[in-house]
T-cell receptor
Framework: ETGVTQSPTHLIKTRGQQVTLRCSSQSGHNTVSWYQQALGQGPQFIFQYYREEENGRGNFPPRFSGLQFPNYSSELNVNALELDDSALYLC????????????FGQGTRLTVV | GESVGLHLPTLSVQEGDNSIINCAYSNSASDYFIWYKQESGKGPQFIIDIRSNMDKRQGQRVTVLLNKTVKHLSLQIAATQPGDSAVYFCAESISSGSARQLTFGSGTQLTVLP
């Protein structure tokens, strides 16, 4: 098991609503990345946070936003939920400035109805 | 656009046999490659990595081979066990400033037959 924890593990939201997902990074790690994994596909990079700022972004619209806190934990916020946002959302923590290995949490399964 | 892809979506092997999972990548700027194992309902688990200045790296029962000439990556699992059944992803790591983002392929489902 990695030291990366995500909450909640599952949730169901209605189209148009907003959602916040949370991630606690592994001890000693300073960088958090978020990925979206649709069923049967590989994870897709959403964005990365380092030093409490967005540090790289994938091809996702602005309604996907995030935060990183001084303790390196992070939140992913999604506004105006769409049905296609239904997916497993994965958080990965790593250390920028050292090794590049990323450890993943167990994910949050989001269902939009 | 550039992407990481896998040759086969499914692979079935007999318990005790060796497994080989292949992956093609197209981004010549990638300098770091990782294999992940993902079991149902869990996040990806790191298996082994390799940097672009190497062509082979071995771990416990696993070996990763990198052929930069044809942009091909493979994962070899020796003496495959039932617990190896999972989806395997290769990912390439691209540095963007100080950030490193992972680009994943679609995965190969490995099934170990008794």
């Amino acid at each position: 098991e990695t030291g990366v924890t995500q909450s909640p593990t599952h949730l169901i939201k209605t189209r148009g609503q907003q959602v916040t997902l949370r991630c606690s990074s592994q001890s000693g790690h300073n960088t958090v990345s978020w990925y979206q994994q649709a069923l049967g596909q590989g994870p897709q990079f959403i964005f990365q946070y380092y030093r409490e700022e967005e540090n790289g972004r994938g091809n996702f619209p602005p309604r996907f936003s995030g935060l990183q806190f001084p303790n390196y934990s992070s939140e992913l916020n999604v506004n105006a939920l769409e049905l296609d946002d239904s997916a497993l959302y994965l958080c990965a923590s790593s250390f920028t400035g050292g090794d590049t290995e990323a450890f993943f949490g167990q994910g949050t399964r989001l269902t939009v109805v | 656009g550039e992407s990481v892809g896998l040759h086969l979506p499914t692979l079935s092997v007999q318990e005790g046999d060796n497994s080989i999972i292949n992956c093609a990548y197209s981004n010549s700027a990638s300098d770091y490659f990782i294999w992940y194992k993902q079991e149902s309902g869990k996040g990806p688990q790191f298996i082994i990595d390799i940097r672009s200045n190497m062509d082979k790296r071995q771990g416990q029962r696993v070996t990763v081979l990198l052929n930069k000439t044809v942009k091909h990556l493979s994962l070899q699992i020796a003496a495959t066990q039932p617990g190896d059944s999972a989806v395997y992803f290769c990912a390439e790591s691209i540095s963007s400033g100080s950030a490193r983002q992972l680009t994943f392929g679609s995965g190969t489902q490995l099934t170990v037959l008794p």
